[in-house]
């Protein structure tokens, strides 16, 4: 079964995104973050991509996206970025996912979790908050939540990393202060008798700090959006030229009409026809990931290499396009995202217009959309 209205997914521009990050960042490794299915790309393909193109590792932020990939027979080091419910550590320490902690209570549900299971030490990264204040251990509690791995059966410290809040805003000191307060905690890391600089894993970029902040690198960095080819943000757009966008999205015609002047369209009749057009209908809409708001903000399709404005509302399931008197007929192809003859439509033009970023385009992308593999 299959329906007109798709995503195709290129994993060779993955792989191509990966071995890019990967040597700009060298000597530093990459990890790959296939977090909410891949931004909507595919976890697994995803991820098998990204190991291809020289990733040694791979983030996610919840244990079932650990798991699945395990049980898609994915072997690579596995770290779930943030702690998780209780219940949920079983089954990491099960499929050997290192586990992300900054609280003392997670480091000995932890141990408890692989005392019962009589399982290996499990790894784990410890988050140290620079200032993002998501999530991670302020530096004053840094040294009790050390102390416990230390002390606790069963787990012990592989890695330590905080998160950049303004990496895709190089100008900003803030990135700087960050990073300041990072060392300083290694510092104190080092002092209490672990050894940072062999032992441990350390680790602060996103895609942003990979890109636009050497000092950040470290031993590795946690790249997301870059592998899928899109920027963080217009502040790193420079640095993204080499990227190749993995996604792109794409229907085929439904329904044609001729509509006169003066008619109305779609729900609420909020667009009036000023003259007679062809308007093709085409069978995706906010169930699957295009927003409603997209008409109104100057949203377009492309159809035989041309730019046709949507009007009318999206609607749950169809999208109505002004194909003025060209010639367009049932089953002609669609392009969403992507690019058809000399045009291209960008996710991060969508993003633009709808005053959000790139990635929330592509993980908006539902799963009534096929992925196709290319
Ligand atoms: C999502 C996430 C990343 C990846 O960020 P990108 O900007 O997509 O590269 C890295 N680290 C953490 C902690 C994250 O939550």
Redesign the pocket.
Known sequence: MSRWAWAEVDLGAIEHNVRTVCATVAPSAVWA?V?ADG?GHGATPAARAALRGGATGL?V?LVQEGVALRRDGIGAPILV??EQPPEELAHAVRHRLTCTVYSVAQVEALGAVVRTLGAAPLGVHVKLDTGMHRVGAAPDSLSSVVAAIDAADGVRISGIFT?LAMADEPEDEFTSRQLDRFVEALAGVDDDGGDVDTALIVHAA???G?LAHPQARWSMV?????IYGLS?GPGVDHLTTALRPALSLHARVGHVQRVSAGERISYGLRHTFASDTNVATIPIGYADGVPRRWSSVGGEVLIHGRRHPIVGVVTMDQIMADVGDHDVAIGDAVVLIGTQGDETIAATDWANRLGTIG?EIVCGISKRVERRYT
Request: charged fraction near 10%; charge should be positive; proline fraction near 5%.
């Open positions: 973050v977090k931004y983030c932020a970025l943030s998160h996103n895609s942003a990979a946690r790249a997301g959006i870059s963080p990635y």
